[in-house]
């Protein structure tokens, strides 16, 4: 089974180009989504959570995600510690995903993919990248945020270049076609890779 690593910045259309490979009956893994499940059902998690950030770490035994998210992109070390108690649980509920899935390769999508070393643990990795002025459009869209709360994540991750450099594929993703079209290609090639 290939793993393929898929990773780029905060509203770079991670999620889009995600979507459009699961379209191709490609199995998705999205990172995120499963370490705010493991963050709301793990005890241990909760736990360590709790001695982290404080009792109002968690309201109504539901993650409180307002005031981690002040904390964690306001302060490195603890994004950095709070990884440490995620990301291993992450990895691991990854690698009992794969072992159910039936597919030439899989895709798990990670947003600090190169940033926590994860891109080791792929066989190929993709980096979906749009221009600045973009990324902040949709996600002002998107989100309930303001520029400055969207710098301050942008900072906490590489820049694309840096990303660019380690991946085997780049996807420019501006213009929804021309995505898809990209998407196509590499699955193509992904396919020929996995035979």
Known sequence: MIIVGLTGGIGS???TVAKQFNDLGIPVYIADVEAKKLMNKSKVIKRKLVQL???DAY???????PLIANIIFSDKQSLQKMNTIV???????????????DAPYVIKEV????ENGGHK???????VVAPKKIKIERLLQRDETTKTKIEAVMKN??????KIKLSDFVIENIELQDT???VKKIHKQLLEKSV
Do not use: M
Request: hydrophobic residues 35%.
């Open 111 to 114: 947003a600090i993919l190169f």
């Open 53 to 55: 950030f404080g009792v």
């Open 121 to 127: 643990k792929c066989d190929y990795t993709i980096t």
């Open 180 to 182: 898809l079209n990209q």
């Open 157 to 162: 991750q590489w820049q694309d270049s840096e």
């Open 87 to 101: 990301h291993p649980r992450v990895s691991r509920h990854f690698e009992k995903w794969v072992l159910k899935q």
């Open 13 to 15: 259309g991670k999620t």
């Open 59 to 65: 309201l109504d035994g539901k993650l409180n995600k």
